[in-house]
């Protein structure tokens, strides 16, 4: 089975930046696309940033020009570069991948942004 872990999560101060890695074991070759979620406090969860087999990729109005999501096939890896990080940031991030019927979760990350 797909296993998908998360790294790289800490506590930053604002205006500063972290990368996020979600390394998948297992083949996820078939994937329809992988993507980051978060969630904080008394919140929902909400779609942060994806990026599909084709190599697209979308971004969510509040990250967009600050996140960059990229993916290394050689390691079976994707990332999560976030640059200019805001308090609003704050929250457990989570990676996911998908494909036509299956769809798998990683644990998540913390990511603390201070002021």
């Known amino acids: 089975q797909v296993q998908l872990v998360e790294s790289g999560g800490g506590l930053v101060q604002a205006g500063g930046s972290l990368r996020l890695s979600c390394a998948a074991s297992?083949?996820?070759?078939?994937?329809?696309?992988m993507g980051w979620h978060r969630q904080a406090p008394g919140k929902q969860r909400e779609l942060v940033a994806q990026?599909?087999?084709?190599?697209?990729?979308y971004y969510a109005g509040s990250v967009k020009g600050r996140f960059t999501i990229s993916r290394d096939n050689a390691k079976n890896t994707v990332y999560l570069q976030m640059s200019s990080l805001k308090p609003e940031d704050t929250a457990l991030y989570y990676c996911?991948?998908?494909?036509?019927?299956?769809?798998?979760w990683g644990q998540g990350t913390q990511v603390t942004v201070s002021s």
């Open positions: 297992g083949s996820i070759f078939n994937a329809v696309g």
């Open positions: 990026i599909t087999s084709g190599g697209g990729t």
């Open positions: 996911n991948c998908w494909g036509t019927s299956y769809d798998y």
